[in-house]
């Protein structure tokens, strides 16, 4: 009760966490948050492979494209035949939009929660500190997306070889069934950074996680030492 009276009695902005671990880590979890679902979530590529059926004939750029969430079959391209019939619509293989949209849902969620204790930090740091259940709370909290940070990391990163691997002009020339030539190979470089920025992520909320414990009471001494001027004996 006496915490939601708090939070009503307004909000009274302190910056001063900023300059303390505690807040300054929780700023860049917030930074690095949005560059991994930012860089996953908004991309799109294409992949190009060239069809020539005589020397002669000037090449066809054959151009698949692909995108966030990554259900390669959700783009059909079609392949001209030599002897002049209607193609039927050919399908990149795979689909790996769960550990893509596993990653991407783990960085929003990431992103809220940095807003919302970044919130009580700076405006309701006397409600976070009053008593044991923020710290401990924030602590449990911060523990579990560490954890996250590392499945949805490791299983993004397996998904990344595999989008790779699928859209690479060089295999899907192997099933082409007319005269084909690889090109150049679909611009992955912000997707390699997405998977860094997620390990950067397990860093940072790992690290933090040290931090916050020593704001609950488990990294504090419940019986401290008496001094001379609280009564105690001086030793020997």
Not at 116 to 122: C, G, R
Not at 126 to 147: E, K, S
Not at 188 to 200: C, D, K, P, T
């Amino acid at each position: 009760m006496d915490t939601v009276q708090n939070l009503r009695g307004g909000f009274s902005l302190d910056l001063g966490p900023l300059k303390e671990p505690l807040g300054f880590i929780r700023v860049l979890e917030w930074v690095f948050a949005i560059f991994a679902f930012a860089t996953t979530g908004g991309y799109s590529g294409k992949t190009h492979f060239e069809v020539k059926c005589k020397p002669t004939d000037e090449p066809t750029d054959i151009s698949p494209v692909f995108g966030y969430p990554f259900r390669l079959a959700a783009h059909p391209y079609k392949i001209p035949l030599c002897n002049g019939s209607e193609p039927s619509p050919t399908y990149l293989q795979g689909d790996f939009s769960s550990s893509a949209e596993f990653y991407v849902c783990v960085g929003v969620f990431a992103f809220l929660y940095c807003t919302a204790t970044l919130v009580l930090y700076l405006g309701y740091q006397n409600v976070y500190r009053q008593t044991t259940r923020g710290p401990i709370i924030d602590l449990v909290v911060t523990a579990a997306f560490a954890f996250l940070w590392f499945v949805s990391s490791s299983a993004w990163g397996k998904g990344l070889t595999d989008v790779k691997w699928a859209t690479n002009p060089e295999h899907l020339v192997e099933s082409c069934k007319t005269v084909c030539t690889a090109g150049a190979s679909p611009s992955m470089g912000r997707l390699n950074a997405s998977v860094i920025f997620g390990f950067l992520n397990l860093i940072l909320w790992g690290g933090n996680c040290w931090f916050i414990y020593k704001e609950t009471p488990f990294h504090k001494d419940p019986n401290p030492p008496a001094t001379m001027e609280e009564g105690g004996t001086p030793g020997p």
